[in-house]
């Protein structure tokens, strides 16, 4: 339930610790304005997986 969850704004697994949240949600924003994607899977023996694609010649200008 958590996975796609974790690309929003100020999002955060754990209340307490540091960071506002945002890091996830600015790399997923930077990414697609370059045209590409990103996504979440589960990595083997545990934990996240994350896979950023580009397309060729599909930047925003």
Do not use: T
Not at 21 to 33: A, D, W
Not at 46 to 57: D, E, K, L, P, Q
Request: net charge positive.
């Amino acid at each position: 339930g958590d996975r796609e969850a974790i690309f929003e704004p100020f999002h955060r697994l754990r209340a307490a610790g540091s960071g506002s949240g945002l890091g996830l949600h600015l790399v997923k924003e930077i990414v697609q304005h370059h045209g590409g994607s990103v996504s979440v899977g589960e990595a083997a023996g545990g934990g996240a997986s994350f896979r950023v694609n580009f397309h060729r010649g599909s930047a925003r200008r």
